[in-house]
Each structure stands twice: as C-alpha cells, then as structure tokens.
Nanobody
Framework: QVQLVESGGGLVQAGGSLRLSCAAS????????MSWYRQPPGKERELVAA???????NYADSVKGRFTISRDTTKNTLYLQMNSLKPEDTAVYYC?????????WGQGTQVTVSS
C-alpha cells in the first residue's frame, strides 16, 4: 500500500508564496503520473497540476504562470511551488499518484490565503 503525505500548507497573505511537498512511501518513478488537486470550501475537487513519468506537465488555467509542479526522484517527493497566491486559491490541497489501475491519495493540507 502506497502512502502519500502532504506538508507545507498554511496561512499566507495574498501575493505570498508557499511550497507544498508530497512524500511517497514508494519510488515515484513507478507512478505513471502524479498530480496536485484542490478542493475549495463548498466546491468539488479540481485538478491543479500534473506531471507524467516522462516529465510532461499540465496546469489548470487558473494557476498557469503562478504554480510550478516538480519532483525529486531521489527523495520520492512531489512539490508544488505556489507564487502570487490569491484568496481564491484557498482550499485543501491533495497529492495524487497513479500506478496501473491504482489511484492513491494523500490526506490533504490546508492552504488559506487572506486578502
């Protein structure tokens, strides 16, 4: 069973930055893709950014140019660098990993952006 543990969330003022981390209990090169999702209060979970095994990245339009997804295969860790944060970025952020037919989720980390 793969475990994903997010960290790095917190309270930040608008315009500030945070870096989220997702530590995996397995080698992340074994995953076909890893992603960050978020769930704002009262809304559905949405894809924020994804990175494939080959390194291709994809971003939601709302975060393009502000967020960067990356990974460190030596540390088995996925990152999300978030700059120029806005109040609408407030959400619980979840790490996701895909391996074959299996879909793994972390427990989430809260990000709150004050105006």
């Amino acid at each position: 069973q793969v475990q994903l543990v997010e960290s790095g969330g917190g309270l930040v003022q608008a315009g500030g930055s945070l870096r989220l981390s997702c530590a995996a209990s397995a080698s992340i090169v074994s995953f076909s893709a890893m992603s960050w999702y978020r769930q704002p209060p009262g809304k559905e979970r949405e894809l924020v950014a994804a990175i494939t095994k080959g390194g291709f990245t994809n971003y939601a339009d709302s975060v393009k140019g502000r967020f960067t997804i990356s990974r460190d295969t030596t540390k088995n860790t996925l990152y999300l660098q978030m700059n120029s944060l806005k109040p609408e970025d407030t959400a619980v952020y979840y790490c996701n990993a895909l391996r074959a037919i299996y879909n793994y989720w972390g427990q989430g980390t809260q990000v709150t952006v004050s105006s």
